[in-house]
């Protein structure tokens, strides 16, 4: 399109790269929760830890709903599932730090529900 200068090429070409982008968020995204979850079958919660937090560094600002449903969610909730309180705490602080939420989206409303499990199991721990 490019070389017949259709005006239509850059557009395309934008599209194209973006949803390129969004397929690789995806896929990177997909293989972090793969690893993330074989480790929190083994029990292996440093190796979970750091697979979790290696996948937000890399894809917090991009991944949103995708990152959260795939990782952020699960990780958080095996934490407290398992009284792993001290996990889901570091998590919660470090995705905050590092993840674009909106707390006004579906997404920012569950992460805050999260939040007030993790505060209501640390004061009955307590």
């Known amino acids: 399109l490019k070389a017949a200068n259709d005006p239509d090429a850059d557009g395309l070409l934008k599209d194209i790269v973006l949803q390129n982008r969004s397929e690789g968020f995806d896929l990177g995204i997909g293989a972090g929760a793969d690893a993330m979850n074989e480790k929190l079958k083994a029990q292996d919660w440093d190796g979970a830890r750091l697979v979790y937090e290696r996948t937000i560094r890399d ?68």
């Open 59 to 126: 894809f917090g600002q991009e991944g949103g709903l995708t990152l959260y449903s795939k990782v952020v969610y699960p990780y958080i909730t095996a934490c407290l599932q398992n009284d792993k309180l001290d996990l889901a705490d570091r998590a919660i602080g470090f995705t905050t730090d590092r993840m674009t939420i909106d707390f006004q989206s579906q997404v920012g409303q569950n992460f805050i529900e999260l939040k007030s499990e993790l505060t209501a199991r640390k004061l009955a721990a307590h």
